[in-house]
């Protein structure tokens, strides 16, 4: 397990073990460190080592409010959040379909578990923060958007070529933590319900619709 210093953790969830999720510890100056993960155990020993001040997941971490289950067909389908997306002209997966489920149900038993270790949650979403960013998403290429975030300012593992999409999204995530702690952000939906957190715009811009839906 490679060694990582405290700061804040983001995680692109898999919604399979069998999967590669990305890990990204985010320390001062945008300093990144990141690598990827499989299954549940070494996902929660790596935020274990990094003693993290939040960690942002981007996978959906509630239900819409009326359902109780994933495995019930039918409505409802969003959440106000999700609603809050559709506003802003961000695309999305609804929590309910398809592969979705899955990741759903993963993100929500690994939120429940580190709320029970007392280690802060958010729901992240790296494309939503991408489009506000006015950063490429990973569709549009892996070295682009490594580069772009270069650009931005992030150091460390994100200048590594090769570093990827799953590392790549998992930094965005970490950086929405960062954001959040510093209360810089749009946290989106209802707090009863689940929200998710998105960092503000570093300037006015109108957020880019991406040309074709996109799952997390």
Do not use: N, W
């Amino acid at each position: 397990m490679p060694s990582v210093g405290r700061g804040v953790v983001g995680l692109d969830l898999a919604g399979s073990p069998r999967r590669r999720t990305g890990f990204c510890s985010l320390g001062p100056g945008l300093a990144t460190r990141t690598f990827v993960l499989g299954d549940d155990a070494s996902i929660e020993a790596a935020i274990r080592s990094a003693r993290p001040r939040v960690v942002a997941i981007d996978a959906p971490l509630s239900l819409p409010t009326g359902r109780r289950s994933l495995d019930v067909p039918g409505p409802p389908h969003l959440r106000e959040c999700d609603r809050d997306l559709r506003r802003l002209g961000i695309r999305f997966f609804p929590v309910t379909l398809g592969p979705m489920r899955m990741l759903t149900a993963r993100g929500m038993a690994l939120a429940d578990r580190l709320r029970d270790l007392r280690c802060p949650v958010i729901e992240a979403y790296p494309g939503g923060a991408q489009d506000l960013l006015g950063l490429p998403r990973k569709g549009a290429g892996v070295e682009r958007l490594r580069r772009a975030l270069v650009r931005f300012g992030f150091r460390g593992d994100v200048e590594r070529p090769g570093t990827t999409h799953d590392e790549l999204d998992a930094v965005l995530c970490a950086y929405t933590g960062r954001e959040h702690l510093a209360r810089r952000t749009l946290v989106l939906g209802d707090a009863a319900e689940g929200q998710l957190v998105l960092p503000r715009p570093r300037r006015a811009t109108r957020p880019r619709s991406p040309a074709r839906r996109t799952a997390r």
